[in-house]
């Protein structure tokens, strides 16, 4: 790791020129002394001002390790000419922005990009195009395919994350076009934002969202339309592996971003030199605290150390003494972070059985090892969704706050069954993908699944740790769930809750085969459905093992 410490120039801003003549703005920390130094930069869809403060150490921190710091403004955010279009410029402007900066004055012609969300997808779009001066990425918390792993979520609209996102876009734009009107009715949708609408997906303010956003693309342009693809880095996975940029991945296990950028750890991984860090948080911050629990001082973030350490790699050619393993996993029942070489498959097989009541009663479901099902054990398990009390979004990847928030009393609702092991008699470990192959019966031809899996505390309390959401319909469905590393200690239990519905995080699905994101509130009907229990029905997939001590 750079161990020289350099003073920084007061930061400078410079505008350049897209290949349509388009003007990009972006502030410089440049470091004093002699170079060259390799450049660092960000592309920012938020303003450059905000600069790195939401998850990173601020640019002079950057530029006093040995780097040229530059925060642009994305197309037509901030100060930058042209039209924001969500992602249909990122890879252009991408490109042209770090030839650019490759030769600043004092660049040593090698740049490296950061930064997450937004400004991590926008890295690997870069990546896409042919440019040999971008040499490095540390994309976090990214959309990979943005309609599987970011629009959507196993075709369910995040009906949350989505509007919310959109009204904050929005906003901006609204602002940066002088609609002083449109920004306050958007600011304030912000900040009371209702789902009791004849129509939740499209609110009162859709035209407005319509105009300044790309909630309505997302929302009408079908699955198969080219639309995605072009923006998209799944899209082009084979020029990204064709310019061979070294790419440190980082998620967290509440993230909602996890799948698309685990969807990039696996596309990639073996193709080009790449690194994956999982840590127990949120989309941001990255911190001890995430939700109802302190994970210890090892779950505080030294992304910044650890992005400089692969940076000084592979921009200035300092390997580090000690190689760091591929994968870097933070442990939640632990609070440790373990090391490995890939992030592991499913391993155990669980069945579901119980008498019938396990929505009634949290004590008739159980999860059950596959072979050692009992034959009566395979009674069907009515789940219903009322949409007057629509089970809701709490805690996990969905709910907010996000996180490992205990839902025990949520799990004590009648519409949410739920299968839970004895009492672990060793400590396991927890590492990996989860999923749910589901098997239902119902005479609604769609409804929604959304999967829970929980730690339970000897206490009783119930720590979510993975869970997925899908559109469903008779017959089998499988629910991919978040991964996750945990060790699980002898006396506590897991536990796998299932339900019709995680509202407001995606809209109910009415029952009646009409699409949710079309549904209105007169659609909505009583829905029921049957899981089917015991050998050859639901099972679920972990990626347990008994743990070494």
């Given at each position: 790791m750079t161990d020289r410490l350099y003073a920084v120039a007061a930061p400078r801003t410079?505008?350049?020129?897209?290949?349509?003549?388009?003007?990009?703005?972006?502030?410089?920390?440049?470091?004093?002394?002699?170079?060259?130094?390799?450049?660092?930069?960000?592309?920012?869809?938020?303003?450059?001002?905000?600069?790195?403060?939401?998850?990173?150490?601020?640019?002079?921190?950057?530029?006093?390790?040995?780097?040229?710091?530059?925060?642009?403004?994305?197309?037509?955010?901030?100060?930058?000419?042209?039209?924001f279009d969500l992602f249909r410029y990122e890879a252009q402007d991408g490109v042209d922005t770090v030839n650019w900066a490759a030769g600043l004055p004092g660049s040593s012609g090698r740049v490296g990009m950061f930064g997450f969300s937004f400004q991590g997808t926008n890295q690997l779009l870069a990546a896409t195009q042919d440019c040999p001066a971008l040499r490095a990425l540390a994309p976090a918390m990214i959309g990979w395919d943005l309609r599987r792993d970011w629009a959507y979520e196993n075709d369910?609209?995040?009906?949350?994350?989505?509007?919310?996102?959109?009204?904050?876009?929005?906003?901006?734009?609204?602002?940066?076009?002088?609609?002083?009107?449109?920004?306050?009715?958007?600011?304030?949708?912000?900040?009371?934002?209702?789902?009791?609408?004849?129509?939740?997906?499209?609110?009162?303010?859709?035209?407005?969202?319509?105009?300044?956003s790309h909630y309505?693309?997302?929302?009408?342009?079908?699955?198969?339309?080219?639309?995605?693809?072009?923006?998209?880095?799944?899209?082009?996975?084979?020029?990204?592996?064709?310019?061979?940029?070294?790419?440190?991945?980082?998620?967290?296990?509440?993230?909602?971003?996890?799948?698309?950028?685990l969807a990039a750890w696996r596309a990639l991984s073996g193709h080009v030199p790449a690194r994956?860090?999982?840590?127990?948080?949120?989309?941001?911050?990255?911190?001890?605290?995430?939700?109802?629990?302190?994970?210890?001082?090892?779950a505080i973030t030294d992304i910044d150390q650890q992005q400089v350490r692969w940076f000084d790699q592979w921009l200035k050619d300092r390997p580090p003494a000690t190689p760091d393993a591929p994968v870097r996993l933070f442990d939640m029942g632990a609070h440790v972070w373990r090391d490995g070489a890939d992030l592991p498959e499913p391993q155990a097989m669980f069945h579901l059985s119980g008498t019938g009541r396990a929505a009634i009663d949290t004590r008739d479901g159980g999860l059950v090892p596959a072979g050692q099902i009992r034959p009566d054990a395979d009674v069907?398990?009515?789940?219903?969704?009322?949409?007057?009390?629509?089970?809701?979004?709490?805690g996990g990847s969905f709910g907010m706050p996000v996180g490992p928030v205990d839902r025990s009393r949520t799990d004590a609702r009648s519409d949410i069954a739920t299968f839970t092991t004895p009492s672990l008699t060793a400590p396991h470990l927890l590492c990996g993908q989860v999923m749910c192959r589901f098997v239902v019966r119902s005479a609604h031809p769609s409804f929604?699944?959304?999967?829970?899996?929980?730690?339970?505390?000897?206490?009783?309390?119930a720590y979510t740790l993975a869970e997925g959401y899908a559109r469903a319909g008779p017959g089998e469905t499988t629910v991919p769930m978040r991964a996750t590393c945990a060790r699980v200690e002898a006396g506590e239990a897991l536990r796998l809750s299932v339900s019709l519905s995680c509202f407001p995080a995606f809209p109910l699905n009415p029952g009646t085969g009409v699409a949710p994101c079309d549904a209105a509130l007169p659609d909505m009907t009583v829905t029921t459905v049957h899981i089917v229990t015991g050998d050859g029905g639901t099972c679920l997939h972990l990626p347990l093992s008994p743990a070494g001590e």
């Open positions: 410079e505008r350049m020129c897209a290949r349509d003549g388009t003007v990009l703005v972006a502030d410089i920390w440049q470091p004093e002394g002699d170079g060259p130094f390799p450049v660092l930069l960000m592309r920012q869809a938020y303003g450059r001002r905000i600069g790195t403060s939401l998850c990173y150490a601020p640019p002079e921190w950057y530029a006093a390790r040995g780097y040229i710091v530059v925060m642009q403004d994305a197309r037509g955010r901030g100060e930058s000419g042209g039209t369910a609209f995040p009906l949350r994350a989505n509007l919310g996102w959109a009204i904050q876009l929005a906003a901006e734009t609204a602002r940066l076009a002088g609609d002083h009107a449109a920004q306050a009715t958007l600011f304030a949708a912000s900040r009371g934002m209702s789902f009791s609408g004849s129509t939740p997906v499209r609110p009162p303010i859709l035209d407005l969202l319509r105009r300044y309505t693309t997302w929302l009408d342009t079908p699955a198969d339309d080219p639309y995605w693809a072009s923006i998209s880095p799944a899209a082009h996975v084979d020029a990204i592996i064709a310019s061979k940029p070294a790419v440190f991945l980082i998620g967290g296990w509440y993230d909602s971003h996890l799948p698309g950028t994956l860090l999982v840590g127990p948080w949120g989309h941001f911050p990255w911190d001890r605290r995430t939700g109802d629990l302190d994970f210890g001082n090892d069907p398990q009515s789940l219903t969704l009322d949409p007057w009390r629509p089970a809701p979004a709490q929604d699944l959304h999967a829970v899996l929980s730690r339970i505390s000897a206490a009783g309390q």
